[in-house]
């Protein structure tokens, strides 16, 4: 599975529906994730992905799409 | 060493309903109710300020404490929501307490401001002796009740709390404190000059919903003090679904933590000590077990504080 594919599967998870939006559209502005649901995601991407991501780098906009959070991965791997 | 002697509150009269205040804003009640847990708020009325508020919930404080204002030795007023850049309430509510020459300090960092104040105060009694901590909050004048403003217009609102920190005597004394700032995300959540108060709600949700369980650990951990043993946790009421992912992260069972903000909203600095007033009225008993207080707020600001009744045990 690609790490997209395992981004997308938690944010489906998280929202509780099948992912409706294309990978640069906004997660928040689509209503796909509120902001717990953000906090949420946080912490299930530290697990998949075996990171840690620190408070500093805890802003909206880094996890603000699928293409976002993919490149804040890729940067932390 | 420094105790915990009596908390005390006052809270505005006029009740501000989501139906009221969505209909001031332009949103959907029910949103308000699932995003934040708040069902009302309270509003000052206009012959009311942060003072007046703030030497209500004092009075209150000090009769719970079976002491007279002449008995203070330092008082320390936290508010966000102050009517002037300079003074602050501090000396006003001094004077309005009748304990003018006591020393008053202004403690202007919003939500975490009470918690800050207690932990001061807790260093500070041994030279001070009866050290008055206030806290207290005329938000609804520092939000717009606009459209534009609704996601934080109706998160907020009106009242004080004070806590009566002593060197001689209380139901719990203070055991350790553990306190921080980060100002790289002081924008975040702000009151500019002429301006509504801004927050960046998922920013500061983020931000809380990390540092709030880290910092609670960290003081539990080295009092050697697990988090299911801790009696009952009074923090800053910012949103019940925060106070629940805390609960979660604490792995407590969520009624452990004492909830007030279904009826008050966000109160700021005031909403710990408001919280831990009616807590107190709730269970006159001495507590049982450790207490913890915590808050997080604009600055960023945050901190948690431990208490233990005197049946706990010797110092850790």
Redesign the interface.
């Known amino acids: 599975m690609t790490k997209q594919a395992k981004i997308i599967e938690i944010v489906e998870k998280l929202s509780g529906k099948p992912l409706a939006v294309g990978p640069d559209e906004s997660l928040f502005e689509s209503e796909v994730l509120d902001s717990f649901a953000l906090t949420d995601m946080v912490g299930a991407l530290e697990k998949e992905f075996s990171i840690r991501i620190p408070d500093s780098d805890l802003t909206p906009r880094k996890f603000d799409s699928i293409a976002r959070i993919e490149a804040y991965i890729e940067s932390r791997s | 060493m420094a105790y915990l002697r009596a908390f005390g509150a006052y809270l505005p009269s006029r009740v501000v309903d989501n139906r009221e205040i969505a209909a001031a804003t332009g949103t959907d009640a029910e949103y308000i109710l699932r995003?934040s847990g708040i069902e009302q708020r309270r509003f000052a009325a206009p012959d009311e300020s942060v003072r007046s508020l703030g030497i209500h919930a004092a009075r209150n404080c000090l009769e719970n404490a079976g002491l007279a204002a002449r008995d203070i030795g330092l008082l320390l007023v936290s508010s966000s929501s102050a009517e002037h850049r300079f003074p602050g309430p501090a000396s006003a509510i001094g004077a309005g307490l009748g304990v003018q020459g006591v020393p008053a300090i202004d403690l202007p960092i919003a939500s975490a401001g009470s918690l800050f104040g207690m932990a001061l105060a807790a260093h500070l009694s041994p030279v001070y002796g009866n050290v008055l901590v206030v806290a207290s909050e005329v938000m609804s004048r520092v939000v717009k009740c606009h459209p534009a403003h609704r996601d934080t217009a109706v998160l907020f609102g009106d009242g004080a709390g004070a806590c009566l920190v002593s060197s001689a005597t209380g139901f719990a004394e203070i055991r350790d404190s553990l306190l921080a700032s980060?100002g790289?995300f002081a924008a975040a959540l702000r009151l500019d000059l002429d301006a509504p108060l801004y927050m960046?709600?998922?920013?500061i949700?983020?931000?809380a919903?990390?540092?709030i369980p880290r910092v609670i650990v960290e003081l539990l951990e080295r009092n050697r003090v697990k988090p299911w043993a801790v009696d009952a946790f009074l923090v800053h009421q910012a949103n019940l679904?925060?106070i629940t992912?805390v609960a979660q992260a604490l792995a407590v069972p969520e009624d452990r933590f004492f909830r007030n903000i279904q009826r008050y909203g966000n109160t700021s600095s005031a909403s710990l000590l408001i919280a831990a007033a009616e807590w107190s009225q709730q269970h006159p008993s001495p507590a049982a077990g450790p207490l913890i207080f915590a808050a997080f707020g604009a600055g960023l600001h945050w901190g948690a504080l431990l208490a233990t009744p005197q049946s706990f045990g010797p110092p850790l």
């Open positions: 995003a980060d790289d960046d709600g998922r920013t949700i983020l931000q919903a990390r540092k679904n925060l992912r």
